[in-house]
């Protein structure tokens, strides 16, 4: 990740045509899978400690059952550019045992271009770096492209094979 005021950022969705994936379950042990993502996101992405974050976690019990939730972004460095971004959505409901949850994900292939000095903000720099990223880096970004695709198929088979595990 660059980290720099202002930024030249390029986003692209892994799934272009719905950006978001949407899991659902209504079964036995629907809480199991809070663990499940946490350990799938580190396995499967790689991602490195520090870069999970819980952003949101709610663990509510009442007289009905236990209502949770919980909210991840989770970053995956591929070069002094490019990162993967995926964010990770759990809400559920437990009561007896037996109950539903709903798991949507988010994955991205970002690319950020620093712009804070005078010659970075250049038009003979700009004009350099665009002729770098088409030359080169466009051939690489396509290769990260297709890693997350990967990771992100994976990410959801286990998932799935997961939930259906818990039938």
């Known amino acids: 990740m660059v980290w720099a005021a202002t930024k030249l950022i390029l986003w692209d969705d892994i799934y272009p045509t719905y950006k978001r994936v ?5 079964g036995r042990n629907p809480q199991l899978i809070y663990r ?9 992405f790689r991602i490195p400690e520090g870069n999970l974050q819980e952003r949101n976690f709610k663990w509510e019990t009442s007289e009905k059952g236990e209502e949770f ?6 970053i995956k460095p591929l070069d002094n550019f490019t990162y993967i971004k995926i964010e990770v959505r759990l809400r559920g409901f437990v009561s007896g045992g037996v109950g539903r949850i709903s798991v949507s994900y988010r994955p991205t292939l970002v690319t950020e271009y620093p ?31 297709e890693m997350a695709q990967k990771m992100a198929e994976r990410f959801e088979e286990e998932i799935k094979e997961f939930i259906h595990a818990m039938k």
């Open 36 to 44: 499940k993502i946490k350990r799938a996101l580190r396995d499967i």
């Open 115 to 145: 712009q804070d000095t005078f010659w970075q903000q250049n038009i003979l720099y700009e004009m350099l770096r665009r002729l770098w990223h088409v030359l080169f880096y466009r051939k690489k970004r396509n290769e990260y492209f």
């Open 22 to 26: 949407n899991i659902e379950y209504k």
């Open 69 to 74: 939730s919980a909210d991840w972004d989770a």
